[in-house]
């Protein structure tokens, strides 16, 4: 079985869990603050997804370090690590944000410029996009200098390249076509 579709099944159980008891938003929280400990500290990571360390020592040092975590979060990860799945926690978590945000409605919107945009630019055009495509959008906004100018936006699997980098592309293309 893909690690996905593994992934997603854990990310399933605990959505469920976090949504009948109302705390979809603390759990998806203290995941992402487990697996930013993991990125942080090569060590923690390391022993976490050693198959050397014993189960049982490893989970009663987990439930130790991360007792603050909301019991959802926590019987989570614990239990990756009685099954041996550890390395399934960054998807797992991919996946419970995808089940979060699908819960919500919203879609993934990705904005790329060539120059940061202030607040009002980008409240425009999601706005825009929320008129038009009659959705809302969790808005990730990035820069990137080889675009020129203009915008690149990305929206699940809709990309619209209104950049000079895009249409330089485009023409660039074209002529050696021709």
Request: net charge neutral; hydrophobic share 45%; proline share 3%.
């Amino acid at each position: 079985m893909p690690n996905e579709t593994l992934a997603r099944r854990y990310a399933t159980a605990a959505f469920q869990l976090a949504q009948e008891a109302g705390r979809v938003k603390g759990v998806q929280h203290d995941l992402h603050t487990f697996v930013e400990a993991l990125g942080a500290d090569a060590d923690v990571r390391r022993f976490f997804r050693s198959p050397v360390v014993d189960r049982r020592e490893k989970e009663a040092i987990v439930a130790q370090a991360f007792a603050k975590l909301d019991p959802i979060a926590l019987h989570t990860i614990l239990l990756l690590v009685r099954k041996r799945r550890e390395s399934l926690v960054e998807e797992i978590v991919a996946q419970f944000d995808v089940l979060e945000r699908e819960a919500r409605g919203a879609q993934p919107l990705q904005i790329t410029t060539a120059r940061p945009l202030t607040k009002s630019q980008l409240d425009e055009i999601v706005q825009r996009l929320a008129a038009k495509f009659a959705t809302t959008f969790d808005v990730t906004q990035s820069v990137d200098p080889n675009l020129i100018g203009g915008v690149r936006i990305t929206m699940g699997d809709r990309l619209v390249d209104g950049t000079v980098a895009g249409r330089l592309d485009d023409i660039a293309r074209l002529l050696s076509t021709n």
